[in-house]
């Protein structure tokens, strides 16, 4: 079946503009992560939603950083006034988690990311 | 603060050569495992799961669990170049998120 899908795949922005980034999960899936990965790190937890429940969003960097999921599916990446730290790749997963439980539940699937560079 | 901790490499093994990647964790009450392997400019692809002590075997590859020692591992047998990622740890305790270690850089050379 089709995997994660994130738009765009890359992303150039001059420094104090806003973007937008996407992702689609798999279909079925009720949990959506973003990450953040900057040039030779590890990955960084941004923000995750679980169903209807309040997203944990314990991860985002600042409050210019901002998301959400529409209809439990499709969520939206939002960074106000861009800065040349953000740059990086924005990943998107998904999960069963919550639907069947245990520890199949929890494997998480990513989309191909989406490089934001800010000039 | 769980913590999941990987050498970060390179580890370097010749073609034809068994891949030993290792991982520890903080949290004692984590449940399930899973190793990705992400090659250059890539994302993150899930190639094992493990949920319980002992082994876990799919072709090439195979997980080991020890719970009692708080450590995982990856096995690749038969390396090959293509093999040649970074290889992440990643750890569930309970709830939906998972704690990512920092990844461990294997280079096959033939």
């Known amino acids: 079946g089709a995997g994660v899908s994130q738009s765009p795949s890359n992303k150039v922005t001059e420094k104090g503009k806003d973007v937008e980034l996407r992702c689609d999960p798999i279909?079925?899936?009720?949990?959506l992560y973003w990450y953040r990965q900057s040039l030779g790190q590890g990955l960084e937890f941004l923000i995750y939603?679980?169903?209807?429940?309040?997203?944990?969003k314990s991860g985002l960097p600042s409050d210019r950083f901002s998301a959400e999921r529409t209809g439990g599916s499709v969520s939206t990446l939002t960074i106000q006034r861009t800065q040349q730290e953000d740059s990086a790749v924005y990943l998107c997963?998904?999960?069963?988690?919550?639907?069947?439980?245990?520890?199949?539940?929890?494997?998480?699937?990513f989309g191909p990311g989406t490089r934001l560079t800010v000039t | 603060q769980k913590e999941v901790e990987q050498n970060s490499g390179p580890l370097s093994v010749p073609e034809g050569a068994i891949a030993s990647l290792n991982c520890t964790y903080s949290?004692?009450?984590?449940?399930?495992f899973f190793w990705y392997r992400q090659y250059s400019g890539k994302s993150p692809e899930l190639i094992m799961s493990i949920y319980s002590n002992g082994d876990k075997e799919d072709g090439r590859f195979t997980a080991q669990l020890n719970k009692a020692s708080q450590y995982v591992s990856l096995l690749i047998r038969d390396s090959q170049p293509s093999d040649s990622a970074t290889y992440l740890c990643a750890v569930n305790s309970g709830y939906s998120t998972l704690t990512f270690g920092k990844g461990t850089m294997l280079l096959v050379s033939p």
């Open positions: 997963a998904s999960s069963l988690a919550g639907v069947e439980g245990g520890g199949l539940s929890y494997e998480q699937y």
């Open positions: 939603f679980q169903g209807n429940s309040a997203p944990d």
């Open positions: 949290d004692r009450g984590s449940q399930s």
């Open positions: 279909s079925g899936h009720t949990a």
